[in-house]
């Protein structure tokens, strides 16, 4: 029983010292509990979190993105990270923004570097269209429309690009020299030792730009300079050459070919560097031109052989202008569509016009050219009238025709009172539409000293008169025989191949003229038939009688314009100008 009672109260302490330990344990599993209950809820709690902030993450970018612009989106399609406006500013959205700017600037200056690149390629390729077959001077990263003609003498093409030379020089810096890289190359190679030589009337520029060193000798392009001015071109430039070596003349126009080649052949002539203008200009092409086609107008050239023979004739002095009286004009193989109407001028202005003039304003070009017996021969000239125009020095006289306009420049100085001039001396002849082989122009001046030419007037009787007395006829065969002499002596076109000497006998009865055997009746008939054409206002509208002017040929009449108080030997000489011919002009002549 002890036992028993033993055993229980050994057992006893034992649970009671477990007994006595439970709370420690028990609250030791308690806090386990807790702390795994508190991980569990935790865990959930976050999880759950998670669960709850995914789907408005979810909806927050939706909205962003709905929200974004049209910018955005193209930055979003080039991987660029934008932050959206809901989202709040952090470290990696301050880098985003960062290179997506870094990303936008370097795309911007990719376009802008290749705009120039192609902005500036097409104005090399425009430099090079413009500059055609002129060599450029491409050495040192220069590309300039320019040549060296010698190594004292350059010609270039207008530095353009600055706004002093008016604003369609500015913009022609595109296509053209810049003066920016003209004066750059200057100051590079010829720096304090250059002048510039402008040969524009149409350009000018800020002289300062080249330190002053500008001189100006104007004329107008496709035409030729006044023959004093070639001289003075090349006095100047001979004193900036004469005193160093090194020292250089620049001179342009605006395309730098055609004007400049003429002021440097010159130059060329002046320096002695080629006996004749010939080789001169033979040189310059050369040089200038990748084809050998720089200095090629016929005007142009004309004048270089002027100066020639101002050095060599007149010892270099220029020669005053000679005073001459413009007679009129003879065209020679000429084709019945080619019946021009004239202008003549010169450096002053327009000095005769047909388009102006009152005899010829209201005639088409096809009248007041007349036809002569000579196959495809016509003439022009003035009835009753001293001459054209005067002429003193340079002029230019001016071809209008419907296929294409042609003209030349002269002076009477250096030239003959009787002219005849082939296509290939006409500038821009070879430029018509329509060819004209074998055609020229012949031009017949006399030298004038400025007294009145007596015209070749009728001395006729007013109405109502009966008679004459022989006092008036005396005179009046004295006029007639003046006015032959004058003819036979300054004739404006005589034609000793065509026309024949034929005897006539002379009536004294007033206006009739009779003629025996003349071999030419039929080519003077034909010229009184084209005079019927070109008389103006002469048809009658009314049924009253009216006093006619009438030329009696083999006893045949026929109605022609007013012819002077002349004998038919007159008539004969004259006929091939024309001269009798008055195109309604009344207030010349008296009526019977």
Known sequence: MDSETAEPSQSRPDKGFNVGSSPSVVSEKESSVQDSSSMLSTSAISSWAKSLKLPQMQQDSQSANAGTSTFSRLASGLRMQIPSKTSVPTESSNNNSVT???????????????????????????????????????????????????????????????????????????????????????????????????????????????????????????????????????????????????????????????????????????????????????YYNEQRCTDGKGLILPSQIRYVKYFER?????????????????????LHSCPYWVRPSITISNHNGILFSTKKHPKTKDLMPEDFWIRVPRKGVVVFALPGEPGLTELVGDFKIQFHDRQGDFYCWMNTTMMENRVILDASDLDDFDNRKLPSPGFQVEMVMIDYDGTTIPKTKTDHNTKGEEGKSSNESKANSEQSNASRKQNKDDDVFSDSEGEEESTTSRSKQGNTISTESRSDAGGISAISHQTEKLSLGRESTSSEPRTSHEVKIDGAERATAKIPNLDSADIKAIAADASVFSFGDDEDYESD
């Open 100 to 282: 997506a700017q870094s990303v936008i600037g370097s795309f911007t200056k990719g376009i802008v570097d290749s705009s120039l690149t192609a902005v500036k390629a097409v104005q090399v390729k425009a430099r090079h269209m413009v500059s055609q077959n002129k060599r450029r001077y491409q050495k040192g990263g220069f590309d300039l429309d320019m040549t060296y003609i010698t190594e004292n003498i350059i010609a270039m093409g207008f530095p353009a690009g600055d706004l002093s030379s008016g604003l369609f020089g500015y913009f022609e810096g595109f296509y053209r020299n810049h003066m920016e890289e003209v004066i750059k190359f200057f100051e590079t190679h010829h720096k304090g030792k250059y002048k510039v030589y402008n040969l524009c009337s149409e350009r000018l520029y800020d002289a300062s730009l080249f330190e002053g060193k500008v001189a100006s000798f104007p004329f107008d392009d496709h035409n030729c300079p006044p023959i004093h001015l070639i001289k003075l071109f090349c006095q100047s430039a001979f004193s900036w050459l004469e005193p160093d070596i090194l020292n250089v003349v620049v001179v342009h126009c605006k395309a730098g070919k055609a004007r400049t080649g003429l002021m440097v052949c010159s130059l060329l002539l002046f320096l002695k560097l080629y006996p004749t203008a010939n080789e001169c200009i033979d």
């Open 310 to 330: 101002i050095l060599t004739e007149f010892n270099g002095e220029t020669p005053p202008g000679r005073r001459c009286m413009l007679r009129g004009f003879k």
